[in-house]
Protein backbone atom coordinates (compact mmCIF):
# COMPACT_ATOMS: atom_id res chain seq x y z
CA UNK A 1 0.00 0.00 0.00
CA UNK A 2 1.38 3.72 -0.82
CA UNK A 3 2.34 5.59 1.81
CA UNK A 4 -0.49 8.71 1.96
CA UNK A 5 2.38 11.22 3.06
CA UNK A 6 4.30 10.84 -0.30
CA UNK A 7 0.44 10.36 -2.01
CA UNK A 8 -0.20 14.04 -0.47
CA UNK A 9 2.92 15.04 -1.62
CA UNK A 10 2.73 14.50 -4.78
CA UNK A 11 0.54 17.63 -6.06
CA UNK A 12 2.37 20.35 -4.30
CA UNK A 13 6.13 19.31 -5.74
CA UNK A 14 4.41 19.10 -8.48
CA UNK A 15 3.28 22.41 -8.94
CA UNK A 16 6.04 23.64 -7.21
CA UNK A 17 8.65 22.30 -9.95
CA UNK A 18 5.97 23.73 -12.89
CA UNK A 19 6.82 27.08 -10.93
CA UNK A 20 10.43 26.46 -10.95
CA UNK A 21 10.36 25.44 -15.00
CA UNK A 22 8.17 28.75 -16.12
CA UNK A 23 11.11 30.48 -17.80
CA UNK A 24 11.15 34.40 -16.92
CA UNK A 25 9.73 36.50 -19.21
CA UNK A 26 12.11 40.28 -19.96
CA UNK A 27 8.66 42.21 -18.96
CA UNK A 28 9.36 41.28 -15.39
CA UNK A 29 12.42 43.32 -15.39
CA UNK A 30 10.61 46.42 -16.88
CA UNK A 31 11.66 48.27 -14.07
CA UNK A 32 14.76 48.32 -14.80
CA UNK A 33 14.16 51.38 -17.94
CA UNK A 34 15.12 54.48 -17.60
CA UNK A 35 18.44 56.15 -16.01
CA UNK A 36 20.21 54.95 -13.26
CA UNK A 37 23.36 57.71 -11.84
CA UNK A 38 25.82 55.63 -9.73
CA UNK A 39 25.89 57.07 -5.95
CA UNK A 40 28.82 59.02 -5.19
CA UNK A 41 29.75 59.55 -8.65
CA UNK A 42 29.61 62.67 -11.54
CA UNK A 43 26.71 62.69 -13.17
CA UNK A 44 26.76 60.74 -16.12
CA UNK A 45 27.79 58.14 -14.11
CA UNK A 46 25.68 54.63 -14.02
CA UNK A 47 23.77 52.95 -16.67
CA UNK A 48 20.58 53.58 -18.79
CA UNK A 49 18.03 51.05 -19.99
CA UNK A 50 15.36 50.85 -22.73
CA UNK A 51 12.17 50.13 -22.42
CA UNK A 52 11.04 46.27 -23.21
CA UNK A 53 10.24 45.76 -27.19
CA UNK A 54 10.68 42.91 -29.57
CA UNK A 55 11.74 40.68 -26.25
CA UNK A 56 14.89 42.65 -25.59
CA UNK A 57 16.31 45.63 -23.46
CA UNK A 58 19.01 47.59 -24.69
CA UNK A 59 21.42 49.02 -22.10
CA UNK A 60 24.49 50.76 -21.78
CA UNK A 61 26.94 51.65 -18.75
CA UNK A 62 29.19 54.32 -18.08
CA UNK A 63 32.05 55.20 -15.36
CA UNK A 64 34.01 58.48 -15.00
CA UNK A 65 36.83 59.87 -13.57
CA UNK A 66 38.65 63.40 -13.88
CA UNK A 67 35.60 64.45 -15.72
CA UNK A 68 36.51 61.67 -18.61
CA UNK A 69 35.14 58.28 -19.43
CA UNK A 70 37.40 55.24 -18.24
CA UNK A 71 34.86 52.42 -18.64
CA UNK A 72 31.01 51.90 -20.38
CA UNK A 73 29.12 48.72 -21.23
CA UNK A 74 26.74 47.88 -24.04
CA UNK A 75 24.26 45.33 -22.47
CA UNK A 76 21.12 43.42 -23.93
CA UNK A 77 19.03 41.63 -22.04
CA UNK A 78 16.80 39.07 -24.53
CA UNK A 79 14.23 36.85 -24.48
CA UNK A 80 15.49 33.94 -26.53
CA UNK A 81 12.70 31.37 -28.38
CA UNK A 82 13.54 28.22 -26.69
CA UNK A 83 12.17 30.93 -23.24
CA UNK A 84 15.87 31.43 -21.89
CA UNK A 85 16.49 34.86 -20.48
CA UNK A 86 20.24 35.98 -21.32
CA UNK A 87 22.18 39.12 -20.44
CA UNK A 88 24.83 39.87 -22.52
CA UNK A 89 27.58 42.08 -22.06
CA UNK A 90 29.56 43.92 -23.60
CA UNK A 91 32.40 45.32 -21.53
CA UNK A 92 34.57 48.56 -23.73
CA UNK A 93 32.49 47.24 -26.40
CA UNK A 94 34.78 44.34 -26.76
CA UNK A 95 34.18 40.36 -26.65
CA UNK A 96 30.16 39.68 -25.84
CA UNK A 97 29.32 37.67 -23.00
CA UNK A 98 26.21 35.86 -22.07
CA UNK A 99 24.48 35.43 -18.50
CA UNK A 100 21.74 33.34 -18.23
CA UNK A 101 18.92 33.97 -15.92
CA UNK A 102 18.67 31.61 -12.69
CA UNK A 103 16.23 33.74 -10.94
CA UNK A 104 14.03 36.47 -11.34
CA UNK A 105 10.82 37.65 -9.49
CA UNK A 106 8.92 41.20 -9.44
CA UNK A 107 11.99 42.86 -7.70
CA UNK A 108 15.27 41.35 -8.99
CA UNK A 109 17.20 39.33 -11.15
CA UNK A 110 20.29 37.10 -11.40
CA UNK A 111 22.06 35.87 -14.29
CA UNK A 112 25.04 33.59 -14.37
CA UNK A 113 27.99 32.09 -16.26
CA UNK A 114 30.16 29.91 -14.10
CA UNK A 115 32.52 29.65 -17.67
CA UNK A 116 33.38 33.45 -17.21
CA UNK A 117 36.70 35.10 -15.54
CA UNK A 118 34.96 37.57 -13.69
CA UNK A 119 31.91 38.76 -13.09
CA UNK A 120 30.39 34.74 -13.24
CA UNK A 121 27.20 36.06 -11.52
CA UNK A 122 25.33 39.47 -12.21
CA UNK A 123 22.49 40.62 -9.29
CA UNK A 124 20.09 43.46 -10.11
CA UNK A 125 17.79 44.24 -6.75
CA UNK A 126 14.91 46.90 -7.15
CA UNK A 127 15.23 48.38 -3.99
CA UNK A 128 12.06 50.84 -4.25
CA UNK A 129 11.31 52.25 -7.43
CA UNK A 130 14.05 55.06 -7.28
CA UNK A 131 16.90 52.76 -6.26
CA UNK A 132 18.37 49.79 -7.59
CA UNK A 133 21.32 47.72 -6.45
CA UNK A 134 23.38 45.84 -9.20
CA UNK A 135 26.80 43.54 -8.05
CA UNK A 136 28.85 41.67 -10.10
CA UNK A 137 30.77 38.55 -8.07
CA UNK A 138 32.48 35.52 -8.54
CA UNK A 139 29.91 32.65 -8.27
CA UNK A 140 31.54 30.94 -4.95
CA UNK A 141 30.58 33.84 -2.69
CA UNK A 142 34.09 35.54 -2.14
CA UNK A 143 33.08 38.59 -0.98
CA UNK A 144 36.96 40.18 -1.89
CA UNK A 145 35.89 39.02 -5.44
CA UNK A 146 33.09 41.57 -5.95
CA UNK A 147 31.87 44.73 -6.75
CA UNK A 148 28.80 46.92 -5.90
CA UNK A 149 27.03 49.29 -7.32
CA UNK A 150 24.28 51.27 -5.49
CA UNK A 151 22.38 53.83 -7.85
CA UNK A 152 19.01 55.90 -7.61
CA UNK A 153 16.89 56.91 -10.33
CA UNK A 154 17.19 59.95 -12.04
CA UNK A 155 15.77 61.95 -15.21
CA UNK A 156 17.18 60.86 -18.69
CA UNK A 157 18.90 64.34 -19.86
CA UNK A 158 17.99 65.40 -23.33
CA UNK A 159 21.72 66.44 -25.19
CA UNK A 160 22.50 70.21 -24.33
CA UNK A 161 22.95 71.92 -27.89
CA UNK A 162 26.16 73.87 -28.80
CA UNK A 163 26.26 76.88 -30.03
Known sequence: MPNRMA??????????????????????L?????????DG?????????STPAGATLFGSSRSLRDGRTVGFEFMALRQHDDG???????PNGRNATDFTATRVDADGAVFENP?????????????????????IEIAHDNPQQAM???????????PVAQG
Not at 30 to 38: D, P, S
Not at 41 to 49: D, H, K, L, N
Not at 149 to 158: D, K, L, N
Open 7 to 28: LALVPLLMTSAACAGTPAKIEQ
Open 30 to 38: AWLAGCWHL
Open 41 to 49: QPIGAGEQW
Open 84 to 90: RLVFTAL
Open 115 to 135: TNDFPQRIHYQRLDNQRLHAR
Open 148 to 158: DFPMHRMACQA
